[in-house]
């Protein structure tokens, strides 16, 4: 594991180092070298004309993962449970997802204007069905002898809905959640690319505009950075539930 890391980290400084060698050689406007990128990011971090831009996008990414998962998970569960409910909704749901969202972004916008509120359905709808998805097969996949067992038993459907299926199902949801995590900033971006003065991907179309290659880079790496702080909270999120699910099995 820790020569994987190591590794891992001699990659990167390849990467880098030959990034920098092919830089040297470039004009700045076509390929900026990674030392280039550093001092505007850090210029643009240290005077603060970078973090209303953040705000924004940060925002948008949060209220539309929270209504994306909230109504996946919500709308999964019933679903998983209830098998007409799955027959009557599955057709739309997959053809809501097999329209691309670059092409809905301007409908969401003429319906609800150039602020926050249409990148926050954007993002939602991108983060709504991996989580659905996920939450359906879960639970229709539960182990039947479990199942069986929990017949048995007596319990009610919410019973085991709440002590079998949903404890069982917490790797698959969570796995979609983590997918639906990394939607979100793409959902986030797309919006603010169709229509957007504020926000990092109204950024990167106004340093296209200004021909500024070393920002748009900068702001990428940005938005890079967010993905990865967003897909590890997830998994510490879900080591915590893991755990405490151990913990209440032993009792």
Known sequence: MKNDKIYSILLFLCIIIGWELLASRMSELVLPAPSVILAVLWDGLSTGYLFPHLYRTMLEISIGLFFGSV?????????????????????????????????????????????????????????????????????????????????ILNATRLQTLFRLKLPASLPSIMAGFRVAVILAVVGAVVGEFIGGSEGLGALIIATQGMMDTPLMFAVLIVLTVIGMILYQLVNVVEWWLLKAYRKEKKR
Do not use: H
Not at 88 to 94: A, D, Q, R, S
Not at 119 to 141: M, S
């Open 71 to 151: 109504f996946g998970l919500f709308i999964g569960i019933l679903m998983g449970e209830i098998a007409f409910l799955r027959r009557l909704l599955l057709p739309y749901v997959i053809a809501s997802q097999a329209v691309p969202k670059l092409a809905l972004a301007p409908l969401f916008i003429l319906w609800f204007g150039f602020g926050m509120t249409s990148k926050v359905v954007i993002t939602a709808l991108v983060c709504f069905f991996p989580l659905l998805e996920n939450t359906v097969t879960a639970i229709r996949q539960t182990d039947p002898k479990k199942l069986e067992l929990f017949r």
